[in-house]
Protein backbone atom coordinates (compact mmCIF):
# COMPACT_ATOMS: atom_id res chain seq x y z
CA UNK A 1 0.00 0.00 0.00
CA UNK A 2 1.29 3.36 -0.84
CA UNK A 3 2.01 5.91 1.69
CA UNK A 4 -0.58 8.79 1.80
CA UNK A 5 1.26 12.20 2.66
CA UNK A 6 -0.57 14.10 5.71
CA UNK A 7 -0.67 17.43 4.28
CA UNK A 8 -1.33 19.47 1.67
CA UNK A 9 1.51 19.53 -1.27
CA UNK A 10 0.14 23.16 -3.19
CA UNK A 11 -0.11 24.57 0.23
CA UNK A 12 2.95 23.64 1.53
CA UNK A 13 4.54 24.68 -1.64
CA UNK A 14 3.01 28.14 -1.15
CA UNK A 15 4.29 28.54 2.06
CA UNK A 16 7.57 27.94 0.65
CA UNK A 17 7.18 30.12 -1.64
CA UNK A 18 6.19 33.09 0.56
CA UNK A 19 9.59 31.78 2.67
CA UNK A 20 11.67 32.23 -0.09
CA UNK A 21 9.92 35.15 -1.62
CA UNK A 22 10.41 37.20 1.95
CA UNK A 23 14.03 36.02 3.11
CA UNK A 24 15.40 35.18 -0.51
CA UNK A 25 17.28 31.54 -1.20
CA UNK A 26 20.53 31.89 0.54
CA UNK A 27 18.87 33.62 3.69
CA UNK A 28 16.13 30.98 4.19
CA UNK A 29 17.40 28.37 6.35
CA UNK A 30 16.04 24.21 5.99
CA UNK A 31 14.30 25.01 9.73
CA UNK A 32 13.20 28.17 9.02
CA UNK A 33 11.48 26.18 5.08
CA UNK A 34 9.86 23.42 7.35
CA UNK A 35 8.40 25.78 10.26
CA UNK A 36 7.03 27.65 7.70
CA UNK A 37 5.67 24.55 5.45
CA UNK A 38 4.60 22.88 8.95
CA UNK A 39 6.04 19.25 7.48
CA UNK A 40 8.69 17.56 8.52
CA UNK A 41 12.43 16.89 7.20
CA UNK A 42 11.87 13.53 6.00
CA UNK A 43 7.96 14.64 4.35
CA UNK A 44 10.10 17.47 2.84
CA UNK A 45 12.74 15.39 1.15
CA UNK A 46 10.67 12.37 -0.29
CA UNK A 47 8.20 15.13 -1.43
CA UNK A 48 10.42 18.07 -2.99
CA UNK A 49 14.12 16.70 -3.01
CA UNK A 50 16.01 19.36 -1.97
CA UNK A 51 15.94 23.12 -0.74
CA UNK A 52 17.00 24.11 -4.54
CA UNK A 53 14.34 21.83 -6.27
CA UNK A 54 11.37 23.24 -3.87
CA UNK A 55 12.76 26.93 -4.15
CA UNK A 56 12.49 25.88 -8.63
CA UNK A 57 9.24 24.54 -7.81
CA UNK A 58 8.16 27.34 -5.92
CA UNK A 59 9.30 29.98 -8.76
CA UNK A 60 7.34 27.82 -10.97
CA UNK A 61 4.45 28.67 -9.05
CA UNK A 62 4.95 32.29 -8.96
CA UNK A 63 5.59 32.61 -12.41
CA UNK A 64 2.67 30.68 -13.60
CA UNK A 65 0.72 32.69 -10.89
CA UNK A 66 1.50 36.45 -12.12
CA UNK A 67 1.34 35.27 -15.99
CA UNK A 68 -2.44 34.11 -15.15
CA UNK A 69 -3.32 37.56 -13.48
CA UNK A 70 -2.07 39.80 -16.25
CA UNK A 71 -3.72 37.19 -19.12
CA UNK A 72 -6.86 37.81 -16.88
CA UNK A 73 -6.78 41.76 -16.78
CA UNK A 74 -5.86 40.85 -20.82
CA UNK A 75 -8.88 39.13 -21.09
CA UNK A 76 -11.43 41.19 -18.95
CA UNK A 77 -10.78 44.93 -20.20
CA UNK A 78 -9.84 46.76 -23.09
CA UNK A 79 -5.81 46.57 -23.82
CA UNK A 80 -4.72 50.02 -22.53
CA UNK A 81 -6.53 49.72 -19.92
CA UNK A 82 -5.29 46.09 -18.77
CA UNK A 83 -1.71 48.26 -19.29
CA UNK A 84 -2.89 50.65 -16.65
CA UNK A 85 -4.51 48.53 -14.15
CA UNK A 86 -0.94 45.86 -14.61
CA UNK A 87 1.23 49.64 -13.58
CA UNK A 88 -0.80 50.84 -11.05
CA UNK A 89 -1.22 47.13 -9.28
CA UNK A 90 3.00 47.37 -9.21
CA UNK A 91 2.53 50.91 -7.94
CA UNK A 92 0.41 50.26 -5.05
CA UNK A 93 1.84 46.48 -4.34
CA UNK A 94 5.04 48.28 -4.35
CA UNK A 95 4.20 50.97 -1.58
CA UNK A 96 1.37 48.84 0.52
CA UNK A 97 2.58 46.54 3.25
CA UNK A 98 3.86 44.06 1.48
CA UNK A 99 5.69 45.90 -1.22
CA UNK A 100 8.97 45.62 0.26
CA UNK A 101 9.63 41.76 -0.51
CA UNK A 102 9.68 43.20 -4.13
CA UNK A 103 8.97 39.94 -6.70
CA UNK A 104 9.86 36.84 -6.16
CA UNK A 105 11.28 36.43 -10.15
CA UNK A 106 13.33 40.03 -10.03
CA UNK A 107 14.83 38.92 -6.47
CA UNK A 108 15.76 35.84 -8.02
CA UNK A 109 17.33 37.67 -10.96
CA UNK A 110 19.15 39.28 -8.63
CA UNK A 111 20.19 36.40 -6.42
CA UNK A 112 20.39 33.31 -8.57
CA UNK A 113 19.96 34.21 -12.21
CA UNK A 114 23.19 34.21 -12.67
CA UNK A 115 25.29 31.31 -10.87
CA UNK A 116 22.25 28.92 -11.47
CA UNK A 117 20.88 28.16 -14.94
CA UNK A 118 17.44 26.36 -14.17
CA UNK A 119 17.01 29.93 -12.14
CA UNK A 120 17.70 31.47 -15.47
CA UNK A 121 15.67 30.08 -17.61
CA UNK A 122 12.48 30.16 -15.45
CA UNK A 123 13.10 34.01 -15.02
CA UNK A 124 14.04 34.76 -18.62
CA UNK A 125 11.01 32.61 -19.68
CA UNK A 126 8.88 34.25 -17.18
CA UNK A 127 9.74 37.81 -18.12
CA UNK A 128 9.62 37.17 -21.95
CA UNK A 129 6.24 35.71 -21.78
CA UNK A 130 5.17 38.80 -19.56
CA UNK A 131 6.81 41.11 -22.27
CA UNK A 132 5.20 39.59 -25.17
CA UNK A 133 1.54 40.07 -23.36
CA UNK A 134 2.63 43.64 -22.55
CA UNK A 135 3.60 43.58 -26.34
CA UNK A 136 0.40 42.17 -27.81
CA UNK A 137 -1.83 44.64 -25.29
CA UNK A 138 -0.18 47.45 -27.12
CA UNK A 139 -0.55 45.98 -30.68
CA UNK A 140 -4.22 46.15 -30.11
CA UNK A 141 -4.51 49.16 -28.25
CA UNK A 142 -2.57 50.68 -31.43
CA UNK A 143 -5.23 48.68 -33.96
CA UNK A 144 -7.87 50.32 -31.48
CA UNK A 145 -6.31 53.67 -31.36
CA UNK A 146 -6.10 53.60 -28.13
CA UNK A 147 -2.66 54.49 -28.35
CA UNK A 148 -0.65 56.54 -30.91
CA UNK A 149 0.39 54.72 -34.57
CA UNK A 150 4.08 55.46 -33.23
CA UNK A 151 4.41 53.94 -30.36
CA UNK A 152 6.70 50.72 -31.19
CA UNK A 153 4.80 47.45 -29.52
CA UNK A 154 8.16 45.42 -29.14
CA UNK A 155 10.40 48.68 -27.57
CA UNK A 156 7.55 49.48 -25.46
CA UNK A 157 7.17 46.32 -24.27
CA UNK A 158 10.26 46.11 -23.36
CA UNK A 159 10.57 49.46 -21.91
CA UNK A 160 7.16 48.90 -19.19
CA UNK A 161 8.63 45.41 -18.20
CA UNK A 162 11.62 47.37 -17.32
CA UNK A 163 9.96 49.92 -15.91
CA UNK A 164 7.80 47.11 -13.54
CA UNK A 165 10.78 45.60 -12.76
CA UNK A 166 12.85 48.78 -11.44
CA UNK A 167 9.78 49.28 -9.08
CA UNK A 168 10.07 46.12 -7.77
CA UNK A 169 14.02 46.90 -6.83
CA UNK A 170 13.56 50.56 -5.82
CA UNK A 171 10.75 49.06 -3.59
CA UNK A 172 12.56 46.05 -2.47
CA UNK A 173 15.86 47.94 -1.59
CA UNK A 174 13.83 50.49 0.48
CA UNK A 175 13.32 53.48 -1.79
CA UNK A 176 10.89 56.01 -1.21
CA UNK A 177 7.63 55.84 -2.31
CA UNK A 178 7.63 58.47 -5.05
CA UNK A 179 10.67 57.10 -6.84
CA UNK A 180 8.10 54.24 -7.08
CA UNK A 181 5.25 56.85 -7.97
CA UNK A 182 7.78 58.56 -10.47
CA UNK A 183 8.40 55.17 -12.55
CA UNK A 184 4.82 54.64 -12.54
CA UNK A 185 4.27 57.98 -13.77
CA UNK A 186 6.58 57.47 -16.26
CA UNK A 187 5.21 54.27 -17.58
CA UNK A 188 1.72 56.01 -17.89
CA UNK A 189 3.37 58.55 -19.87
CA UNK A 190 4.62 56.16 -22.71
CA UNK A 191 1.25 55.07 -23.37
CA UNK A 192 0.33 58.74 -23.28
CA UNK A 193 2.26 60.16 -26.23
Not at 156 to 163: D, E, H, N, V
Not at 176 to 181: F, G, L, S
Request: charged letters at 25%.
Amino acid sequence: MPWKKNFDVDDALRKAGETFWSAGYEATSMTSLLDAMGIQKGSFYDTFGSKRDAYLRALDRYADGRQAMLDGWAADSSPIECLRQLLTYVRDDCIGPEGRKGCMLVNCALELAATDPDAQRTVQTAFEAFRRTLEDCLERARERGEVGAQVDPAATSTTLLGLVMSMRVFSRAGSPDATIQTLHDQALELLER
